[in-house]
């Protein structure tokens, strides 16, 4: 695909602030998630992503609130996760300023929820939120899991990528439950099998480390590339990310 490859930061709130952890543990503070949010706006990233560690209902108010305030000083699109149980979520979530939303584990649950959300919203609006982790349980070597990763499924996860497609996905967060956190790049065999069945963009998530792992995961088929920890902390910034993607051959914006 000759379309640019788009960076995008990750901002895992909770309570009103950007937290940081494996999955969902031993959360430590990072900072304001405007603040943050301002600060990658102006170093070019093309989407953030604001996920909802809590996913409770009494945090569900501050996130319409963050979305709002986000919305009015950072002018790239913005999807949010965690939480989203019925359609009624997910309008509540566009009308604060979100212009997707990230459904996992609710969708898992309720597959026919995918389809109500892009049929009323249009597909452009519906990420597949995909938490994979290598398996021989299932004929393609991957298998599903939910909350965050901490519960495996028995669904294959080609078999319900190609079903949440059907249903109406318009974009697959892929997430390498092996590869978080552990800074060794991308799962670049898995992002090439979904490449493989799957004809509506990819954003690959997990794993991140250095700049090289942008290339790498755009050359297995990464439309989009999904980053949290080393843009945080600053050990890679969106600028050095997009200028190894350039420098690999790939466009961005």
Known sequence: MSL???VIPCLDVADGRVVKGVNFL???DAGDP???AAKYYTDGADELTFL???ATVDNRSTMYDLVTACAEQVFIPLTVGGGIREVEDVAKLLGAGADKVSVGSAGIANPQLLSEISNRFGNQ???ISLDLKRSDKTESGFIVTSHGGREETSLDALAWIKQTIELGAGELLVNSIDADGTRAGYDTEMLQAVRE???IPIIASGGAGKASDFPAAAAAGANAI?????FHE???SIIEAKAELKLAGYETR
């Open 4 to 6: 640019s490859v788009r």
């Open 26 to 28: 031993n959360l430590r």
């Open 34 to 36: 405007i603040e943050l």
């Open 52 to 54: 909802d560690v809590h």
């Open 125 to 127: 609006v519906l990420v």
């Open 197 to 199: 069945i799957s004809d």
């Open 226 to 230: 999904l980053a949290a920890s080393i």
């Open 234 to 236: 600053g050990s890679v």
